[in-house]
């Protein structure tokens, strides 16, 4: 769930019980789900469906000063907020704030350097930032982590006095831990997010430890499209992969790989898979690797689902039939989907190799409960899988700022249709509304639209508050000089962009 939250000035009146949920786009990117099932069309849709074409949301031209928002994150998230607001409020003035000196989250960081036609939406972001209402400031973190000892640029508090909405689009961007033995303690168990970032050239993530010429054999924990994007990133062969905008400090890691077999392992059955059918296509299309997996448990699984398969479901179980009969055996590589397996430890190897992982033992799972709520249930049994590389990828939580309340048991900011609540779940009339997406925004107030702009100032105070601090700020024209740049450093090695 994308932390896509609204601060709005005054008592914004709650219009039903509808809350947009958005794919993860954060500005430390998290891959929770795949960019590409997040499109302008989904996004538009969502919006249509909490409020139809006619419905009308307001203006803003009750007074002469602009309705002013700020928008913290840069990824699509908030890119596609921005759209919406200047769409409906044409007079609206939007400043949106990115830690980083680039904008664009999880379609810069996160998407797979080999699916560039999903990265084609930074164009529709060019758009939004063209509009003279928009400014970009990057650089510049907003919100200090409640787990964080380093302090952010600024808080909250010194936004809130400036801005008639704040939008928090900021994401989860903490991975969730499997909790057992060994984990953060072995050299080669790691997050699939940091890799993904590492690979895509995440700055957070470039003293990321990945050395893949210590083992033949890796393991993904988790069976998504993130888990498939790990997989296939180890498989592809290096000279497809010199012709995407993958970093060159990855490719020469992988000019040194020894990585043949990769096994993507869930706790589940076949029909419990999160990926989808064109992630699963490019897997079983790999040149020289052939695909492993249980036949007879997928068709006893789909024997007892019977009828109540869906239609995507089905062509994706129909893709599992296809691959396990057209795979060709004994190639020099392999892809292999493991089912009913957990992991309940790791082990290290022996002397000088003590600190490196060599196995992972997974626990052997049945599945219990009605189709819709299959449960997985240990068994007792277990076995252990020779490896030397582990990634993560079982989801990812956010974290709390300072100043906004913050459930951490379910990692979420306690809210009514986003509008932000206290411990004894009442609004909190000290902070301004919080709303998981910016149309609750656009329809509240006093039900014809947004409410009065309150004569804010927006960005002008808050950039001379920075730039008397000596901090550089990052604008969208001098992110285009640093996309050019990109550009032509690729173009030498005949790159899209390095």
Known sequence: MIRLSLLARGQIQIQGRHCLSLPSFTSSPSPVHRVSSFSPRTFSTSWRTLFPEGTKTGDNTRSSDPFRVAVIGSGPGGFYAAHRILKHLPQASIDMYEALPVPHGLVRFGVAPDHPEVKNVMHTFDEVAQNPNFTFIGNTSVGTFTDSSSKADLEISDLRPHYDAILLAYGAHEDRLLNVPNEQSLKGVMAARSFVGFYNGLPSEQNLEIDLSRTDTAVVIGQGNVALDVARILLTPLEELKKTDLTEKMVKILEKSRVKHVYVVGRRGPLEVAFTSKELREMLNLPDTTFHMDGDLLASEMERAGKTLDRPRKRLMGLLEKGIKESKPDQPKSFSLLFLR?????????????????????????????????????????????????????????????????????????????????????????????????????????????????????????????????????????????????????????????
Not at 342 to 354: K, L, M, N, R
Not at 467 to 481: L, N, P
């Open 342 to 498: 957990s992991p309940v430890g790791f082990q290290g190897g022996q002397d000088a190799d003590s600190e490196h992982l060599k196995a992972i033992e997974l626990g052997i799972n049945r599945l219990e409960g009605e189709n819709n709520n299959r449960k997985a249930v240990p068994t007792g049994e277990k076995e252990t899988l020779d490896c030397g590389l582990v990634f993560r990828s079982i989801g990812y939580k956010s974290v709390g700022i300072k100043d906004v309340p913050f459930d951490e048991r379910k990692g979420v900011i306690p809210n009514m249709d986003g509008k932000v609540l206290d411990a004894d779940q009442k609004f909190v009339s000290a902070l301004p509304c919080y709303w998981t997406t910016g149309q609750p925004m656009l329809n509240g107030g006093n039900g014809n639209g947004v409410e009065t702009p309150t004569h804010k100032q927006g960005a002008k105070p808050i950039l001379d508050l920075l730039h008397s601090r000596g901090h550089k700020t990052v604008s969208y024209q001098d992110w285009k000089k640093i996309e050019q740049r990109e550009f032509e450093l690729g173009a030498k090695t005949g790159k899209p962009r390095e």
